[in-house]
């Protein structure tokens, strides 16, 4: 009887090129009353993708938020956590005050603009919370929270720049028409300093791409 050839480790890798994307495109919500979260959902304004019940008592209920690549989910027999146990979900916006502005006006219970008084980037503490906005206006360091009926938190944050090796710096995208104006203003705010040092710049479009991809991806910008 011949010996089975010895296992080589290099077989249990993966290459590169096989490897699976695994992207995060659902968060499962745990709510008392489905049809009051459908209603304060869509009173957010988000997108209603499902409300679809079977016979045997399962229903699904799923909205995803304007810009956003994950949605959420609940309904009946969707998880046995209790009713408003998720907290700290975040929405990342390109405008603190605007998207607070549009929550109040969507009647939605929302906390003031808030920052973290010590100057760091703790948004969870209550007891070091100070009013308004980041006032360097920092990027990830303004916030406003609010809770869905049953208590499932979700905290609003603002970026504007990336930290470095969280985006592709070779790739670039915008969410909405707001979040592509917002980064233009950026750009141009800048664009602005850069011919105050250098005088006119002809080929203001490139240092423009260059500023809003460099911002996004978090690397360094263009002076």
Known sequence: MSSPEPRSEAATEIPDGGRVDMRLEVVVLPVSDVDRAKQFYTNLGWRLDIDRATNDGLRVVHFTPLGSQCSILFGTGVTTAGPGS??????????????????TARGIDASEVFHDARGGFNRFDDAVRASGPDPARRSYASYVSFSDPDGNGWLLQEVTTRLPG???????????????AKALERAAAAHSE???????????????AAYMLAEQAGTELPQ
């Not at 969280?166 to 592509?180: K, M, N, Q, Y």
């Not at 850069?194 to 479009?205: A, F, Q, S, V, Y």
């Open 86 to 103: 998720v907290q700290g979900l975040h929405l990342i916006v390109s405008d603190i005050e605007t998207a607070h502005n549009e929550l």
């Open 166 to 180: 969280r985006v592709d710096p070779a790739t670039t995208t915008f969410s909405s028409a707001g979040d592509l």
């Open 194 to 208: 850069h011919e105050k040092r250098t005088g006119r710049d002809p080929n203001w479009p490139a240092w423009y």
